[in-house]
C-alpha cells in the first residue's frame, strides 16, 4: 500500500509526532520530499496576493517589505 499525503505540518508541528507514527506502524518507511526554499516562499507570496485580491480587493505589500518583515 501506497500512501501520499503532503501536509507539511508534520515536519515542524510536533516532536511526537514521528514516534506516534511509529507507534501505530512501526513497518512504515516516510521520506519527505523538500522544495527549493526560495521558490516556496514566492509560491506563498503569489498565493496570499491572489486571495488577498480575490476576497478583500486588496493589494499584498511589496515583495521586499513581506520578506524582510518574516
Known amino acids: ?18 514516534s506516534a507514527v511509529l507507534c501505530v506502524a512501526p513497518w512504515v518507511k516516510l521520506m519527505a520530499i523538500l522544495r527549493n526554499p526560495v521558490e516556496r516562499v514566492e509560491s506563498q507570496y ?20 513581506w520578506v524582510n518583515h518574516d
Not at 500500500?1 to 508534520?10: C, F, R
Not at 503569489?46 to 493589494?59: E, S, V
Open 46 to 65: 503569489h498565493y496570499l496576493h491572489q486571495n488577498r485580491q480575490l476576497y478583500y480587493n486588496k493589494d499584498m505589500v511589496d515583495w521586499d517589505v
Open 1 to 18: 500500500m501506497i500512501a501520499i499525503d503532503n501536509t507539511p505540518y508534520y515536519l515542524f508541528g510536533s516532536e511526537q509526532i514521528p
